[in-house]
């Protein structure tokens, strides 16, 4: 076992977790700039653990199965094709992580009820999936388990999307509380401090763990009032190909604002350019908009698709070279998730025991099947 606070790993990186719910496939530009963007630049730097939560897709999927299952393919395939290295960082299957359902009841214990209730991001769930009041207990639940996810892998950094800062927020509470009653940690050790090696105090089991929100927060659709969604039908796919891409760009409308006869700033064209092209590229276009002159919509519109298509061009190709494979990358995927499961459990259970150890559970540590 390492030294008792370590966040880095043998490798002396500091760590990362993230993940996404296997609910449904077709990753779009939202997703790239959201989240994925974020990883590919994160994952030499640090020790990433990219999670694929399953049993958390059982929330709202519980009678399909198959879907789920078909859907942690497809993503694991998406990492891949987007750039995601399975050498240089653990693919997670949540399922076959036990620590983390262990961790998750107890951490069910130091979060009031109520508050996981008033969770905005479960609130915003419950209204735009139409949930109503039938979902199962496990739905609020799955926030828990969220915290979980994390701690389990003691990271430093949470990269998610805007959508996900309640949660992280909530984790955030969990470690810190978990510090405070059981690890001696007292309440004025400053949060990022719980478990920070070589300070006073800090005998945490948990690091704090921070979000880290993608470099476009929110990217909207094609529409340019909603954000680009699947199910709103506005959203430019990562396989589209080069016509695909250039057709939805062209049918932007860009029309000048009847008061200032300007097209506003805030115009979808302008932020899909400051989110593609080269920053200073994306200025000059901005500034051009701004004089008010003849601009040719077109010619920017035609810079933009062809940006797009630079970047998708090798991620569509990476998925083509899976698909070209008999087993369609089944073969691959499932031996990523294997070697991913065999690292991940060596860390999320060195995690489990030292908190069961904190929590004065240690009695009779099991010893299965020896
Ligand atoms: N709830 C996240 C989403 O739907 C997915 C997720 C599950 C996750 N566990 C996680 C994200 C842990 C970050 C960390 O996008």
Redesign the pocket.
Known sequence: MSTPHATATTAGKPRI?????P?STGLHLGHYVGSLENRLQLQQQYDCFF?I?NV?AFTTLAEKPADIRANTMGIVKDWLAVGLDPDASTFVL?SEIPAIAELTFFFAMLLPFNKVMRNPTLKTEIDTKGLGDSYPFGFPM?AV??CA??LAFRPEL?P??E??EA??EMCRDVAGKFNQLYCGVNNRVPLDEHAKPGTAGASGLFPVPKAKIGRVARLAGLDGVNKMSKSLGNAIFLYDDDKAVQKKINKITVLPDEATKLVPQSHVLLQYCDAFLPAARAKEIRAMYAAGGEVMHGHIKAELGAAINTLLTPMRARRADMEARPDKGDGLVLDILRRGAARANTIAEETLYRAKQAMQIDIAPRRIGM
């Open positions: 977790l993230t993940g996404d719910t609910t999670l939560a958390h949540q799955y388990g969220q996810d994390i949470v998610v999307g959508d996900q949660h992280i």
